[in-house]
RNA sequence: CGGGACAUAGUGUAACGGCUAACAUGCUCGCUUUGGGAGCGAGUGAUUCCCGGUUCGAAUCCGGGUGUCCCGACCA
């Protein structure tokens, strides 16, 4: 019998892994906040995941931030599977880097965050970093040889939005995840991009959004006509997407031309659109040799030629994909984490159970299950609201009644039954599942 | 950046230009209670966003700021 967790698959964080919840210091509110009216952040705020410092500037607490931590887990392990090398790149910037591609200009690009030295040098805070990454990597590429390299970092991008929206989906300092392919030519590059494609869709697959995400054309970037994003299907996204389910295909709709169909090879009598609002949780750029032309990335090929370095950028905003994660798998009482992104797999409570609770929870951490203990001084109606609103994927409950049954109760967040089980059996399960 | 709405204890709300700014919740203490945010009692908690103006008197009216949310434009 399964319980829908599955120890193999969890990642731990290394942050926390188990807790009591006594000991946890957010506490949940009774009530949505009135200065939010999104989903994802009502519902991350009044579980006590993150706090809002101001408009798009959220603090992760520490349920919020474990949340991160395991999508960046999994983006992590799939792109280290195809190469990627992990680096942290600055948040300041210096402007000559910026001003060799023309990107310094503030009529190029309206939302940069610019500060100065005590000297009055200028300086940014990126708002993305083709240019210094590009700059840096003058140092490590200058032969065929070296090639290709794909660089990828979790950063804090800071953009000055004039209008910040939707929770933490759209925010003026938020995470992103980005990656930078350096090729030695287009092939190389285009096998690389046709692969990301499907990384990308084994990530969102473990994150839980598998099923209502897609591979969407849309208009190109500045080196290709066409380029493609991920867009998830929610009411809470801001673009709209025509897809198709059984061929699991999409078209931004903005973009939506017969010219489009025809280039894709696409018969519009084959295809059963259907319209939907949107997220885009990532997407995937060719940018070919307009930075490392500008910036002088060039390498030497076998015939001693210097040639440009054929470049691709392939970028995830992971608070986004958290906020998206949220709109998607929410009720009435709460969020339902997927599995793979859960804070914790099991939400233990502990209802007058004279010490069973914590022999219970005792037993799970040496197990290594992740698990959050309810062991406050709370009344039954408390626990269980406070479960449903925070959404683990599997509660379980040691109270008198239970242990007057056969001694616990386990019940996962997104199934209304739940089951009578025996401490044993209910280890036995959590063993076997490992 | 164009348009709209709103701003009152930690949180959610109420209050006609007029009494010590009210109620709920939270928090503290006591008693009671223990399977879906229980009950009783006693406490705690506010420069009513800021600055200025009108008025005998402003949470309330006016002006200007600032902040937050929403629509549009732009973006992961």
Request: charged content about 30%.
């Amino acid at each position: 019998m399964s319980h829908g967790f599955s120890l193999s698959q969890m990642c731990k964080t290394g942050i926390i892994e188990n807790m009591r919840q006594s000991q946890l210091f957010t506490k949940t509110r009774k009530e949505a906040p009135s200065d939010e009216q999104s989903t994802n952040a009502k519902l991350l705020i009044q579980g006590g995941f993150v706090h809002k410092e101001m408009a798009g500037v959220y603090t992760f607490l520490p349920l919020g931030l474990i949340v991160l931590e395991k999508i960046k887990n999994i983006i992590r392990e799939e792109l280290n599977v195809v190469g990627g090398q992990e680096i942290v790149m600055t948040a300041l910037q210096q402007k000559d880097v910026w001003e060799k591609t023309g990107r310094w200009d503030d009529e190029v690009v309206d939302d940069w965050f610019k500060t100065s030295l005590k000297n009055d040098t200028e300086l940014g805070l990126a708002f993305t970093h083709e240019e210094p990454l590009t700059h840096t990597m003058k140092n490590f590429i200058s032969s065929y040889k070296d090639l290709p390299v794909y660089a990828y970092q979790f950063q804090t991008k800071f953009r000055n939005e004039l209008r910040a929206k939707s929770g933490i989906m759209r925010g003026k300092e938020f995470l992103m995840k980005d990656l930078y392919d350096f090729s030695k030519d287009k092939e190389e590059h285009d096998a690389f991009y046709e692969k990301m494609k499907g990384v990308y869709m084994k990530i969102f697959k473990r994150v839980g959004l598998g099923e209502q995400t897609y591979l969407t054309m849309s208009s190109g970037g500045s080196f290709s006509k066409y380029s493609f994003e991920f867009q998830t299907i929610t009411d809470a996204g801001e673009d709209v997407i025509l897809y198709d389910a059984e061929k699991k295909i999409a078209i931004n709709k903005s973009d939506f031309s017969d010219e489009l169909l025809e280039d894709f090879d696409l018969k519009k009598e084959e295809l059963n659109l259907e319209e939907a609002k949107s997220v885009e949780v990532g997407d995937i750029y060719t940018l070919g040799e307009k930075y490392s032309s500008a910036l002088g990335l060039v390498y030497k090929d076998a015939e001693g030629n210097d040639r440009a370095v054929y470049m691709g950028s392939y970028g995830i905003g992971v608070p986004r994909l958290m906020g998206t994660i949220v709109e998607v798998f929410n009720d009435a009482h709460g969020i339902v984490w997927p599995e793979e992104v859960a804070p914790f797999a099991v939400h233990l409570l502990d209802l007058e159970s004279g010490g069973k609770a914590d022999e219970l929870y005792q037993m799970l951490v040496d197990e290594g299950v992740e698990v959050l203990f309810d062991d406050r001084d709370a009344r039954a109606g408390e626990k269980f609201a406070d479960a449903d609103l925070i959404g683990i994927p599997l509660r379980v409950v040691v109270s008198k009644k239970s242990l007057g049954q056969r001694g616990v109760e386990v019940k996962k967040r997104n199934e209304e039954k739940s089951e009578m089980m025996s401490i044993e059996d209910f280890m036995e399960d959590v063993k076997s599942e490992k």
